[in-house]
């Protein structure tokens, strides 16, 4: 089961309308680029999407939408967390996760949990969830980290937590991560600019911001390199790795939208507190999309 998340899985965006509703026909459109563009499996209500900004029956709505456009082609995953551990198992008892096939739950932010916190808040999540959990650690954003000795302790204990999607930018802690992983646990990476040095080591793929635009060019470096072809796949990273650099310049997901909007395949909207990138950096990005060498554009 666990294999249906090898690959390449992308963290979807929510388009918004003018009026900063939700744009649920792009959001289909985009789901049906994706599925062309030859990825693994959907990731939904992800950082990305804009979750924050999102009231409860805006994410189930974002979630359906999702689901039905997919109608069955790929797994998906739903983004589950936050930084109250009996919040997230009160909506295990309320939520209707037909159609989910794991979830990805970042560990909690704000409040600076410890270790000894952590792998607890991890244990009643696997005690109490319904569907596999795939840990998120990302502590950039949440201000803490996941260190290799918890991670290790909730793989080797709770069958139910098969992977996680690593993107603290700690090449040491991913390295003893794929080295001493338990079998049939996953290690995802969580960012796009280091995802061909991580699979040079053996992680088991990417979960992508990028490859909302570009879903040709992750899947053929995920794929290719998984074939050991890691000369043609450094061609495809090498010509996408300064837009995926730039695509953060001015924060997530503002620089992966503006793409989007310059596709046509979304409106420009974002939901307050996160703002439209600066003039200079959509033209940086007008003048890196027009040099792609590759074959495939978006």
């Given at each position: 089961?666990?294999t249906r998340?090898?690959?390449?899985g992308?963290a979807?965006?929510t388009p918004?309308k003018?009026?900063k509703?939700?744009d649920?026909?792009?959001?289909?459109g985009l789901?049906e680029s994706?599925?062309?563009?030859?990825v693994d499996?959907?990731?939904?209500l992800?950082?990305t999407s804009e979750?924050?900004?999102l009231?409860?029956?805006?994410?189930?709505?974002?979630?359906?939408?999702?689901i039905?456009?997919?109608a069955?082609?790929?797994?998906?995953v739903?983004?589950l967390?936050?930084p109250?551990?009996?919040?997230?198992?009160e909506?295990f008892d309320?939520?209707d996760?037909t159609?989910?096939?794991a979830i990805l739950s970042?560990?909690?932010?704000?409040n600076?949990?410890?270790?000894?916190?952590l792998y607890?808040h991890y244990?009643e999540?696997?005690?109490?969830s319904?569907?596999?959990i795939i840990?998120?650690?990302?502590g950039h954003?949440t201000?803490c980290?996941?260190?290799f000795?918890t991670?290790m302790r909730?793989?080797?204990?709770y069958?139910?937590?098969?992977?996680?999607?690593?993107?603290s930018?700690n090449?040491?802690?991913i390295m003893?991560?794929?080295?001493?992983?338990?079998e049939?646990?996953?290690?995802i990476?969580g960012?796009d600019?280091l995802?061909l040095?991580?699979l040079s080591?053996g992680?088991?793929?990417?979960?992508?911001?990028?490859?909302n635009a570009?879903?040709?060019?992750y899947?053929?470096?995920?794929?290719l390199?998984?074939n050991?072809?890691f000369?043609?796949a450094?061609?495809w990273?090498?010509?996408?790795l300064?837009?995926?650099q730039?695509?953060?310049?001015?924060?997530n997901?503002?620089?992966i939208?503006?793409i989007?909007t310059?596709?046509?395949?979304?409106?420009?909207h974002?939901r307050?507190?996160?703002t439209?990138?600066?003039q200079?950096?959509?033209?940086e990005?007008?003048?890196?999309m027009?040099?792609?060498?590759?074959?495939y554009?978006?």
């Amino acid at each position: 089961m666990n294999t249906r998340f090898r690959g390449l899985g992308v963290a979807v965006v929510t388009p918004f309308k003018y009026d900063k509703s939700v744009d649920h026909e792009n959001l289909a459109g985009l789901v049906e680029s994706l599925i062309a563009g030859g990825v693994d499996y959907l990731v939904a209500l992800g950082t990305t999407s804009e979750t924050p900004t999102l009231n409860e029956s805006e994410k189930e709505a974002v979630l359906r939408t999702i689901i039905r456009a997919n109608a069955g082609r790929l797994p998906v995953v739903m983004g589950l967390g936050g930084p109250c551990t009996n919040d997230i198992l009160e909506k295990f008892d309320c939520f209707d996760f037909t159609g989910v096939d794991a979830i990805l739950s970042v560990t909690p932010y704000y409040n600076k949990p410890s270790q000894e916190g952590l792998y607890e808040h991890y244990s009643e999540i696997a005690y109490h969830s319904p569907r596999p959990i795939i840990l998120y650690n990302v502590g950039h954003r949440t201000a803490c980290n996941l260190e290799f000795e918890t991670t290790m302790r909730l793989a080797e204990r709770y069958e139910k937590i098969i992977a996680i999607k690593e993107a603290s930018g700690n090449m040491n802690q991913i390295m003893k991560l794929v080295k001493h992983k338990p079998e049939g646990f996953l290690v995802i990476s969580g960012d796009d600019a280091l995802t061909l040095p991580l699979l040079s080591i053996g992680i088991d793929g990417l979960v992508s911001v990028v490859a909302n635009a570009f879903p040709r060019h992750y899947s053929q470096i995920v794929h290719l390199a998984f074939n050991g072809d890691f000369a043609e796949a450094r061609r495809w990273h090498d010509d996408i790795l300064d837009l995926t650099q730039a695509c953060f310049k001015e924060g997530n997901p503002a620089g992966i939208k503006a793409i989007l909007t310059m596709q046509q395949k979304i409106e420009y909207h974002l939901r307050l507190p996160l703002t439209r990138i600066s003039q200079t950096l959509a033209d940086e990005y007008k003048k890196l999309m027009l040099n792609l060498k590759c074959e495939y554009h978006g």
